[in-house]
Structure formats: structure tokens, C-alpha cells
């Protein structure tokens, strides 16, 4: 079992993060990706692109060479670029601080009228 810290270091050290699963869940390594500054590239689908909140990082997976295909715009530029987006991202619209409203209203008012 890693530690949350040894989690951090190992996607901060990666150039792109890949979901390779074509029905996975939420996905909750999107967002630990998205929260180290990494760039994603997962399967082209409703939930996914809902999550990442930009399609050139979603593809149609099962293609053949749609990894590479991807992996090979990735300059060092590109990459910071791109992780600094979804660090933006992941901190607008998933870190407690942004959805702590959210919970403090379901919590008070879970059954609104």
C-alpha cells in the first residue's frame, strides 16, 4: 500500500496519465492525475469528458494507436501546459474548498421542496 505522499510523487513524475478502461466508473485516478498537474487521456465518453471538462484529453480508445497517436503532441511545453489546466480544473471543481457549499446544503437540506 502506498502513502498518499508516494501517490503524489509517482503521478507527478509521470508526463500523461492513461485510463485505459472503457467502462470504468467515476474514476477517481482521473482526478488524482488532474490534482498532480498531469495531462489525462481517457476513453471518449459522456461521464469522462464530464470529468476532465476537455474533450482533446477524451479519445475513442479501442482505435488502434489512439495512445501513441496522442502521446506523440505531448511536447515538454504541451505537457505543463495541459497539467496546469487540469490542476486549475481539478481545484475549481472537485477540491473540498470547492464543493464544501454543495455539501454544506445537502447536509442542512438533504430533500429540497
Given at each position: 500500500m502506498?502513502?498518499?505522499?508516494?501517490i503524489d510523487r509517482?503521478?507527478?513524475a509521470a508526463d500523461l496519465f492513461v485510463?485505459?478502461?472503457?467502462?470504468?466508473?467515476?474514476?477517481?485516478v482521473i482526478l488524482e492525475a488532474m490534482r498532480a498537474g498531469v495531462p489525462?487521456?481517457?476513453?471518449?465518453?459522456?461521464?469522462f469528458r464530464w470529468v476532465v471538462k476537455d474533450p482533446a484529453q477524451c479519445a475513442d480508445l479501442r482505435e488502434p494507436g489512439a495512445v501513441?497517436?496522442?502521446?506523440?503532441?505531448?511536447?515538454?511545453?504541451r505537457v505543463a501546459r495541459i497539467g496546469a489546466k487540469n490542476r486549475e480544473t481539478f481545484?475549481?471543481?472537485?477540491?473540498?474548498?470547492?464543493?464544501?457549499e454543495s455539501y454544506d446544503r445537502l447536509i442542512m437540506d438533504p430533500f429540497p421542496r
Open positions: 502506498l502513502s498518499r505522499d508516494q509517482a503521478y507527478r485510463l485505459g478502461s472503457l467502462g470504468e466508473g467515476f474514476g477517481i489525462v487521456l481517457v476513453h471518449d465518453r459522456p461521464l501513441a497517436r496522442f502521446a506523440e503532441t505531448l511536447t515538454p511545453d481545484l475549481a471543481n472537485y477540491a473540498f474548498d470547492a464543493v464544501r
